[in-house]
């Protein structure tokens, strides 16, 4: 379908950024000309001054912000038709622009960093510099780490040499990894890691097998140099933590989320006290299924001919019902999101795949869907708003220099919203088999999103702990590490086929080191604040609008307390794995 056949009500409506293209050409031209007046001069040297540093963060404030509104307006139109060449150029050039600015302020940190700490912690009190005091306050905490002004100047000469390694895993896993072809419903078609998804999702068993046998037999072809691509970036995360005094790769790469080690600890600790209950979901699952489970059984549905097929303002407005729990407010402003257009619903020839939520400080934010009529498109629209609902209230309540929230955060709100619709869907049909259904989901989001995670996150610190103690990382001792972690996560109950050892290889995540145990804590967190605001009401709900209000104003840790989840202490985690063995018991029950 051409996406002029698509009713206007059902596209997004991007005037709210700029009316017309014409008007993106215009500022466009007159940003250009602002960033040729930003003469960094009259700071570089100067910041020690209170009044040259204000000046600094209102210009560079200002220049982000409009860079901001042309990129998100640049880069949605491309994604409504990636076919439209002006779009794609556009894209380019947002990009090049903020590669220039990052650029032209590279000098600031550092020389921030080199103030001394009288002058830093006055500017931290400051009124003057409220919206830029977070941002002060942990360049104050960095100091430690931060080295000589040769010093610093090698590593940033050595980080141009030291940060290809993604970029060298992502060439063979795109480039070089020569995947076969293999049998899609009964039809030889060319492998993707596209498709690779979709047919472990089938319940074409013969299919699944033959891909996951051919998948990773196309990893172990290259597993020599992903090995050595793999042990050159830890060897890398060891340099900068060692150069940059911390105790651990861990440690530094924690730090920069101001995060603490803590809750990494507490989230290890706690998935290995439920194991025996993933243990005995796999053991169930392999009981429904009917036959030896294997690895590339374990995405299998268990629950068929589930599907809640409604046109999309039905969906919607079952989304608003399932979501009744977190108040007027927020139901209102879910209306006012499809009354207002912030939502391109439908799929069109052009359109990119997928759904995200996106915006700017300055616009209300926007969701791009490619609805179709399912029981996981109803859940998506849920998800989508959630992000965007966490974006608009971030936005209107913080200075823009604290709105944006960390990725440590990101995924909570959207979550919330899944589990919020799906226990709402759970009390109020009387099908059994869509109550199945629905538990099957949950735990399957649960094991996925949390156990795997978490095992991802438990071998990425046993690779690096080895590393660091001294002892080379090889195939041998990578896929040993893996392959015992699969067998402590997923018990007896499957068969733990040997291509599965190798599985940590395909990991692109590995590349960004102690990013992948985000997932499990934002998944706890959100079972965490969901089971507050249905046994509480109004005051969780409260406690709830203050997390969605917070942006990135202090630490993610904090912020996630004034919702009453401490992930510093071990009762979130306790009771999302609760959540886990209760969910089991209901589905057994139905079962």
């Known amino acids: 379908m051409e996406r002029k056949e698509i009713a206007e009500n059902l596209k997004w409506d991007l005037s709210g950024i700029f009316p017309t293209d014409e008007a993106w050409d215009e500022e466009y031209k007159a940003l250009e000309a602002a960033m040729a007046a930003f003469d960094t001069s009259r700071y570089q040297g100067k910041l020690s001054d209170k009044e040259t540093l204000k000046a600094y963060f209102a210009e560079i404030a200002a220049l982000s912000r409009r860079g901001e509104k042309l990129y998100v307006y640049a880069h949605m139109s491309h994604d409504q038709d990636v076919r439209v060449a002006k779009y794609t150029s556009n894209v380019a050039l947002m990009m090049s622009f903020f590669a220039k600015l990052s650029a032209k302020v590279a000098f600031v940190d550092p020389e921030l960093t080199a103030l001394d700490e009288e002058t830093l912690n006055a500017f931290i009190a400051d009124p003057d510099f409220a919206a830029q005091e977070y941002r002060l306050r942990r360049i104050a905490d960095g100091k430690a780490h931060v080295l000589s002004e040769g010093e610093e100047k090698i590593l940033a000469l050595?980080?141009?040499?030291?940060?290809?390694?993604?970029?060298?895993?992502?060439?063979?896993?795109?480039?070089?990894?020569?995947?076969?072809?293999?049998?899609?419903?009964?039809?030889?078609?060319?492998?993707?890691?596209?498709?690779?998804?979709?047919?472990?999702?089938?319940?074409?068993?013969?299919?699944?097998?033959?891909?996951?046998?051919?998948?990773?037999?196309?990893?172990?072809?290259?597993?020599?140099?992903?090995?050595?691509?793999?042990?050159?970036?830890?060897?890398?995360?060891?340099?900068?933590?060692?150069?940059?005094?911390?105790?651990?790769?861990?440690?530094?790469?924690?730090?920069?989320?101001?995060?603490?080690?803590?809750?990494?600890?507490?989230?290890?600790?706690?998935?290995?006290?439920?194991?025996?209950?993933?243990?005995?979901?796999?053991?169930?699952?392999?009981?429904?299924?009917?036959?030896?489970?294997?690895?590339?059984?374990?995405?299998?549905?268990?629950?068929?001919?589930?599907?809640?097929?409604?046109?999309?303002?039905?969906?919607?407005?079952?989304?608003?019902?399932?979501?009744?729990?977190?108040?007027?407010?927020?139901?209102?402003?879910?209306?006012?999101?499809?009354?207002?257009?912030?939502?391109?619903?439908?799929?069109?020839?052009?359109?990119?795949s997928g759904a995200y939520s996106t915006g700017v400080y300055d616009t209300h934010p926007y969701v791009l869907l490619n609805y179709q009529q399912s029981t996981n498109d109803i859940f998506t629209t849920a998800h989508e708003m959630g992000h965007a609902i966490h974006t608009y209230q971030s936005n209107k309540t913080q200075a823009y220099e604290k709105a944006d929230y960390t990725i440590f955060l990101a995924e909570i709100a959207s979550t919330v919203n899944e589990v919020l619709l799906l226990k709402?869907?759970?009390?109020?049909?009387?099908?059994?088999?869509?109550?199945?259904?629905?538990?099957?989901?949950?735990?399957?989001?649960?094991?996925?999103?949390?156990?795997?995670?978490?095992?991802?996150?438990?071998?990425?610190?046993?690779?690096?702990?080895?590393?660091?103690?001294?002892?080379?990382?090889?195939?041998?001792?990578?896929?040993?590490?893996?392959?015992?972690?699969?067998?402590?996560?997923?018990?007896?109950?499957?068969?733990?086929?040997?291509?599965?050892?190798?599985?940590?290889?395909?990991?692109?995540?590995?590349?960004?080191?102690?990013?992948?145990?985000?997932?499990?804590?934002?998944?706890?967190?959100?079972?965490?604040?969901?089971?507050?605001?249905?046994?509480?009401?109004?005051?969780?709900?409260?406690?709830?609008?203050t997390f969605l209000q917070s942006g990135g104003k202090t630490d993610p840790v904090s912020i996630l307390k004034g919702a009453g989840v401490d992930l510093t202490t071990s009762a979130p985690f306790e009771a999302a794995m609760k959540e886990f063995e209760n969910t089991l018991k209901e589905f057994e029950e139905l079962s």
């Open 424 to 545: 709402h869907l759970y009390k109020t049909t009387d099908d059994k088999n869509l109550k199945r259904y629905l538990l099957a989901y949950y735990m399957d989001m649960i094991r996925a999103t949390l156990f795997r995670q978490t095992q991802f996150a438990e071998f990425e610190q046993q690779a690096h702990a080895k590393a660091e103690a001294g002892e080379p990382l090889t195939k041998e001792n990578l896929c040993a590490i893996y392959y015992q972690l699969n067998k402590d996560y997923y018990g007896e109950g499957i068969v733990h086929d040997e291509e599965i050892s190798y599985e940590w290889a395909r990991i692109p995540h590995f590349y960004t080191s102690f990013y992948v145990y985000k997932y499990a804590t934002g998944i706890i967190s959100a079972i965490s604040i969901v089971t507050r605001i249905l046994n509480e009401g109004e005051a969780a709900v409260k406690d709830y609008f």
């Open 158 to 352: 050595a980080s141009d040499v030291l940060g290809g390694f993604r970029d060298t895993f992502m060439m063979l896993d795109n480039a070089n990894l020569n995947l076969p072809k293999a049998h899609l419903n009964g039809e030889e078609v060319q492998m993707s890691h596209g498709l690779y998804g979709m047919v472990l999702h089938s319940d074409n068993r013969e299919e699944r097998e033959e891909w996951f046998k051919k998948y990773y037999a196309a990893y172990i072809a290259l597993i020599d140099a992903i090995t050595q691509t793999y042990y050159g970036n830890v060897k890398k995360d060891i340099f900068y933590s060692t150069a940059r005094k911390y105790g651990s790769c861990m440690e530094r790469a924690l730090d920069g989320e101001d995060v603490q080690p803590i809750v990494y600890e507490n989230l290890i600790s706690a998935v290995h006290a439920a194991l025996p209950t993933m243990h005995k979901y796999i053991s169930l699952r392999a009981k429904l299924l009917g036959y030896e489970q294997h690895m590339y059984d374990i995405y299998a549905p268990l629950v068929e001919d589930a599907e809640i097929k409604l046109p999309f303002d039905d969906a919607y407005e079952l989304v608003i019902q399932g979501l009744a729990p977190l108040g007027k407010d927020y139901e209102k402003l879910l209306r006012e999101g499809k009354q207002q257009r912030w939502i391109d619903v439908m799929e069109n020839d052009g359109k990119r």
